[in-house]
């Protein structure tokens, strides 16, 4: 169990994507947004391993149908993202405008073509302003650096601020690092590697292991995080290995393999919390936490019911422990559930015992949610199924933002 | 076909449950609420044929459970609803308060206890304030009449109007009359028999055969609204028939019984659509018509995501004629989809053809979204499933009301 390892030895550092040795990144304005950079490239000094996760959603932005393809061949060396527009809904142009991209970017870089994989996000159905971005592509190598600030700013949509995380530990002989960074901050859904998010290492982790590692980390992190309950039709999530820490390559089975997927969920945890704490309009990162579930899939239920509930979201906002909202989005989530038997607490604080409320707590709790972060825990006493997510509060900002995105 | 009828011989009227013959009702302030009514009476004068749909939420209100259990005898003479606590996750006490809520009234009329059905709705987990609803329930019948008004205020909660609608049709040899009262105006989605709402008429109708017509009914109304996507622990529909018009019983296999269900469900779909135009701050009501779907099913799970989306509902409130929010709510929705098929329509412009956006169509799109109601409509081109919904805008007003609901 990658739970029952020594944490200790995983250390957070500074730094996002080029914190591993042998990346560099750049983030220019290329003028697809009017004025903010819009465009990011990140490049291993040497072919890597390479995995990625895309979003469930049917209606899929060319820029993922591209990538979904390349990555089969498990390597990659470099990855160009946009932001401002999603290449999303425009069809056979979009396709086209997707793999120029990646063409480009491979003779700008000298790179072959097909280890180019390509991300795009913002606004959906209208195509890419191309001559911008030839033109910024253009300009892309000579930005490079071992700084990777400018490509966490340049994947932005409506954040308020960068997100990064990196954690070193040591492994098969040396010290790897594992770097990460991601931006949000709607459309966010617990469906599938919501978001996009891209995760490197200089550890040396053969593309079938990369593969399981990332499905792992992401399934406790990008999949356990909700703001609106959308999803979106560009989540992305890359992961590229190139073993330039020098260590040796990691083995399935391997104590060392659970050790690296447990930093990896660190990293991709890290970066979805902070996804969550910047959904559009939030004030509030609240864990959910279901114990007890008859099973662990009915446990996801539950979690998910309640932290997509617009009821239970505003309650949160208002800072009122109103716990009839939490049961009844339990109750609607289709996992089994004997009402009398749950109990929910609310920043360590019981509000609901036998599935009665305790009158005497809820001063107590309201004031515990004022708190800008805290737990709410829902016990079904059914089983030992379990899950735990993050969701946000849902207020005027969010509607403010979504209201007027075109405009 | 109940469709196939001619709609010109089911007229609307004035009036709500009161309008068929042999009902009196009242509404009446006992101390629940500061100050509004919040406790209403509907009896009729003979015993009538019941039927009632409730929430399909794990978590029921007493009230429900109650009144779940009563009306599997098909017959009910009274029915009395409290507003401003919803008896739910209240215990051993609130089922206690349930059956003396049924028994007072029983008294109070002289009607048989069993005759007697319960519904609540208001702040859940709270026990009810039994010395109001005791001194309540004791001025109940001198307060009924032959006007229903009182009644359809008295079970509202944060509606900001009362909610009524009434048809006659000739049926059986005589005019009959079907009328309605409906409470919103959250936690409203179609899971089910959403909301509280009573339905009334004068026909003859058989137990079994009314319990049909109001499933139908349900199905075309109050199931294919959505404010916001939470499923409450108190809806309750309730259907009472007691055949003072004079007409002869329906029949199983009768023409009548159609053109009774269809009058019925144009009752129910007059109240639901007002649930949705009161949602809680809503300024716009939209229908969302799925055509082409591949099943029935399918077009209801496309219908449901769009119309559930905080991103297309924030996309409304802002008369931002965002089609990329549309498309990826039913690209997510779990219906078979191409999106190179898929057409979508707002206000009756085009805006997407082959998956494709029409740019020369937004501005006029944008224009359209300003009238405070319209249709989107989108067709999957996929085969000949069909589902219609109404919703609303998701904005500032929903965050206000339910962020400081129980303060």
């Known amino acids: 169990m990658a739970t029952m390892l020594d944490r200790g030895q995983i250390r957070r550092i500074d730094g996002g994507i080029t914190a591993p040795k042998g990346y560099r990144a750049a983030g220019i304005h290329c003028g697809i947004k009017a004025e903010a950079r819009d465009l990011a490239l990140i490049v291993s000094d040497t072919l890597a391993s390479a995995a990625g996760m895309f979003t469930t959603n049917l209606v899929k932005a060319a820029p993922v149908l591209l990538s979904q393809e390349k990555i089969q061949s498990g390597a990659a060396q470099a990855i160009v993202v946009n932001s401002g527009n ?8 979009g396709w086209a405008d997707a ?24 606004v959906i159905g209208i195509p890419l302003p191309m001559a911008s971005l030839r ?24 954040d308020a601020f960068p997100k990064t995380s990196a954690v070193c530990l040591d492994l098969g002989g040396a010290t790897v690092v594992i770097g990460g960074m991601a931006k949000g901050a709607g459309m966010i859904h617990p469906t599938m590697a919501t978001t996009l998010a891209v995760l490197t290492t200089d550890a040396a982790v053969p593309a079938p292991l990369l593969r399981a590692a990332l499905r792992q980390a992401v399934d406790q992190s990008f999949n356990v995080i909700s703001v609106d309950g959308d999803t979106s039709t560009n989540d992305t999530v890359f992961l590229l290995a190139n073993g330039r820490a020098g260590g040796a390559p990691l083995t399935e089975d391997d104590e060392a393999f659970a050790r690296f997927t447990e930093a990896l969920t660190v990293v991709a945890a890290d970066l979805a919390r902070m996804v969550v704490r910047d959904g559009e309009g939030a004030t509030k990162l609240v864990t959910v936490a279901v114990r007890g579930a008859r099973t662990p899939s009915d446990a996801r239920r539950v979690m998910s019911a309640v932290m997509t509930s617009p009821l239970v979201k505003t309650a949160i906002y208002g800072g009122e422990p109103n716990w009839g909202r939490i049961l009844a989005a339990a109750g609607r989530s289709g996992a089994a559930l004997v009402p009398d038997l749950v109990e929910i607490a609310i ?19 309201a004031e515990a949610m004022a708190q800008s972060e805290y737990e709410i825990v829902i016990d079904l006493h059914l089983g030992s199924g379990a899950a735990t997510g993050w969701t946000c509060d849902l207020n005027e900002g969010y509607v403010k933002i979504n209201a007027g995105y075109m405009t």
Chains 1, 2 share one sequence.
């Not at 999603?86 to 056979?92: D, V």
């Open 135 to 158: 033109a910024g592509i253009a300009r892309l190598p000579e930005a490079l650096s071992r700084d990777g600030a400018a490509a966490a700013e340049a994947i932005l949509t409506t």
């Open 347 to 365: 920043a360590g604080i019981p509000v609901v015992r036998g599935g009665l409320g305790v009158p005497e707590a809820l001063a107590r709790a």
């Open 86 to 93: 999603a290449n999303a809904c425009t069809g056979a142009q």
């Open 99 to 122: 793999q120029e991209m990646a063409r480009l970017t491979a003779q700008a870089l000298g790179v072959a073509e097909e280890f180019v994989l390509v991300a795009s996000t913002g």
